[in-house]
């Protein structure tokens, strides 16, 4: 009697679909999103789309989250989209970088300092004057025509070259001895002094690019005390 009451209940059980648990596997369907959902008849039905997120709807496309100029991801954060700095692919537009020109080259009102006055008076006695050399385990590498970039900074207490450039020049490497001469007219910024413990530093510059540095660029520097005359900076470190 009691085998038989175990296996009637067994039976009972096995053919009840229970409310609680998961219907057959051959109910299931998958929405477009691959979603699952059981309908009311116990089987599974599509889930509707889900809704994009605000800003993302329409179009076809992702909107700009920002607001501003479409698909531009920096409109509104107050960084002009890339395409309107002018100047091509030229990655310094905009930033009053002129690569190709003599002297600095670079418009210093840009980064929020006072140019030099074109009329201001230029003190002769105050200058650095010399001759660019390269260093024989340099000279193979170096060749003519390619740009020479010479920089005076300040010098700190370990001989080392800080701050905002004093002087600048641009010359053309001529596979010799190349003769410089820096004063108050090739300053950057307004009210600079060409005095004081210095270093100027020349760079052969492969790139033609006074911001950037690569292999295979030489630079060489002198430590001098300005007014200073018959510097001699030799080209000896490669890059």
């Known amino acids: ?118 009329n201001r008076k230029i003190d002769p006695s105050r200058f650095v004057k010399g001759v660019i050399k390269i260093h024989p385990k340099a000279a193979a590498r170096a060749k003519a025509g390619i740009p020479i970039f010479l920089v005076v900074k300040r010098a700190d207490a370990t001989g080392s070259p800080v701050g905002t450039p004093l002087a600048v020049e641009k010359l053309t490497w001529n596979n010799g001895e190349l003769v410089f001469e820096l004063t108050e007219k090739n300053a950057m910024v307004g009210g600079t002094e060409l005095t004081g413990e210095v270093v100027v530093t020349a760079r052969y510059d492969q790139d033609s690019d006074a911001l950037t540095k690569e292999a295979g660029d030489i630079t060489g520097q002198a430590r001098v005390t300005l007014p200073a005359e018959n510097v001699q900076i030799f080209l000896d470190t490669i890059l």
């Open 1 to 118: 009697m009691r085998w038989f009451l175990v296996a009637a209940l067994f039976a009972a059980a096995c053919s009840k679909k229970s409310s609680d648990g998961l219907p057959p596997a051959q109910e299931w369907s998958a929405n477009a999103q691959g979603q699952m959902q059981p309908g009311a008849s116990g089987s599974m039905q599509a889930l509707p789309p889900a809704a994009p997120p605000p800003g993302m709807a329409g179009g076809g496309g992702m909107k700009n989250p920002h607001g501003g100029v479409a698909n531009d991801p920096h409109a509104g954060l107050g960084i002009p989209p890339a395409n309107s700095m002018g100047g091509g692919d030229d990655p310094h537009a905009g930033l009053g970088i002129d690569v190709t020109g003599g002297g600095g080259g670079t418009d210093v009102t840009q980064l929020g300092l006072p140019a030099p006055d074109p």
